[in-house]
């Protein structure tokens, strides 16, 4: 120990801060005795400290000599009483919860659990070494020059095109990214799927969690990961698996978020602040359980061996509790500002807002996140449900936020298999006014609509099988949703069929129109522009495998999509009526005498009562007027209006044209039923139009020529 001197340290930061000659620790616990930090040379502890000073709960000391690279953990010292809640075991090296490295992965022995594992029961005591077996936090150097980064331009939510896709999957086997940075933060820089993301006009890229997580025991004995990575263990540090360059794995992040920000992409990360890797009673313990499991997490009141499993996932993260509140928000805050991530996508969100008694609009959490002056002015989306009671709560979230509306993909998928009414889909067209628009002054872009995501078939499996296929799991085809609202165009799977092919790909354009078409803002899920399968696989989340990733020898029906896809995206950015902030109600405004949306019926008249009741009417249309006003003022708005016509029937429909003041004529901007949707044909008012059968077309006003 001649090498280090430890003095008292600061209470603050939390964390291992290097100064320059030394590192200062600190780690909240209310409940240990004793923290020590341990040094390590690779796998060998080769020193270790007793943090000398214990202010406001807070554990802490400074040891000069440290710096960046150094491996460390801790150990604390605690009661092993598993009735009372506290679960301390000193023989177990623990990771730091605001580490901002991590080195290494978890060998998976009896040894990380504070119980004998082998007795599968919780309450004796393991005395044995876990820091054999455990990754390591690192000391990091925080310095990275962003100058080299162009001036970060904010992407309006009326302007935001969500693509959610994963690091590995997408850049695991592009041909043209070196071999050695396919999977890698490198990777997904390259130039060549920069250019595939900016080519296609997506805004925001929103990254399936980097957060450094675990990989299931029970899943690695299947010879199987937890791909998808919702088991984080470390809110701070970026997951070295994802790193070409390990040592610096958080310099390669910084790098890839820097390159796509200099080609005007916003980097989004989906986020599991609601529970972490360490599971329930019978789970290992790899950090918060063992610093200060009390605190940490939700415990039933009456039975405190026992947690509170609001997530499915075994624990709950107590965000009740003022500290774990304050990792949480430092955690935001450290991506959000030293990282330059320009927003979240919370897991199971609702588990975020829950108070003891319930999901409260008004909870803790949510308070804290809406004062906060960086992180209100970000992008903050929720997945706002989760498996507790009263877990479900689209639309329950307050100003501010955007959230998943799950009420839109299930609707989508049942109108386009000929399940859903227009009177159903109507209202997921403009926003879902109905579930966003409580709130005063909540916008249509509150509505993240997607038609498909991770979880879940791909786009392309959704118009190709009936049933889910998720025999690689390992679970005897048990596991995964079986309520997909699916329709295989009348062959399971893969097919030679000429006819069946062709539905398909018309049906996926139709999905795709629906999506980027519609007020709110969309989310398509990577690799649905080309048609990517997973095999039938509506739970790839152990699948780090050819199921998983991204095929890029993209065929001639690939090729297309991939044109009809980039064409959609355009007609969404060049008519801004399609992408109004302000719901659209097809309310009268007295003030300019417009109405800013009309449906209409294949006669081209009004649709009445009748015709919204009507079970068997499956062809309709909207007009969305572009003089309606933008904004309070009222003031006529300059866009150009569009009707737009959906028929999911199977045959076709004679369907006339209506009047408009921005005529006098309607242009055909997109068909489905033509391979790229392009077409540009002028069609006179109270003309009639055979719209195909299983179609979308959208027409904008203009001149006869």
Known sequence: MSDFIIEEGLPYPLGAHWSGKGTNFAVFSANATKVEVCLFDGDRETHRFELPEYTDQVFHGYIAGVGPGTFYGYRVHGPYQPDAGHRFNPNKL???????????????????????????????????DSAPFMPKCVVVDPDFDWQAEAARQNVHWDETIVYETHVKGFTKKHPDVPENLRGTYAGFAAPQLIAHLTSLGVTSIELLPVHSFINDDNLLKKNLVNYWGYNTIGFFAPDPRYASDVPNSLREFKEMVSKLHRAGLE????????????????????????????????????????????????????????????MVMDSLRYWAGHMHIDGF???LGTILAREVYGFDEQSGFLKAMDQDPLLSTIKLIAEPWDC???GYQVGGFPPGWAEWNDRFRDTARDYWRGEATPAALATRLLGSGDIFGRWGGRRSWASVNFITAHDGFTLNDWASYNDKHNEANGEANHDGNSNNRSWNCGVEGPTDNPEVIALRERQKRNMLATLLLSQGTPMLLGGDEFGRTQQGNNNAYCQDSDISWFDWSLGDDAQKLLAFTRRVIQLRRDYPILRRSRFLTGAHDKQLDIRDVVWVNATGGEMTNGDWENGWLKCFGVVLDGRARKTAIPRH??????????NSYEGEVDFKLPHTTAGPCWSLLLDTNVGDGASGARFEFDSTYKVPGRSFLLFVGGELV
Not at 113 to 123: A, C, R
Not at 306 to 321: K, P
């Open 388 to 390: 507790g009671p009263g």
């Open 267 to 326: 980097v989004i990360l989906d986020v599991v602040y609601n529970h972490t890797a360490e599971g329930n009673e019978l789970g290992p313990t790899l950090s918060f359980k063992g610093i200060d499991n009390a605190s940490y997490y939700r415990l039933l009141p009456d039975r405190r061996r026992y947690y509170i499993n609001d997530t499915g996932t075994g624990n709950t993260v107590n965000l009740s509790h003022p500290r774990v509140i304050q």
């Open 345 to 347: 996508r919370f897991d």
């Open 94 to 128: 623990l990771l730091d919860p605001y580490a901002r490295a991590h080195a290494g992965s978890l060998t998976w022995n009896p040894a990380v659990f504070g119980y004998k594992m082998e007795t599968g029961d919780d309450l004796t005591f393991d005395d044995r």
């Open 637 to 646: 708005g300059e866009d150009d209006s569009v009707l737009i016509i959906l």
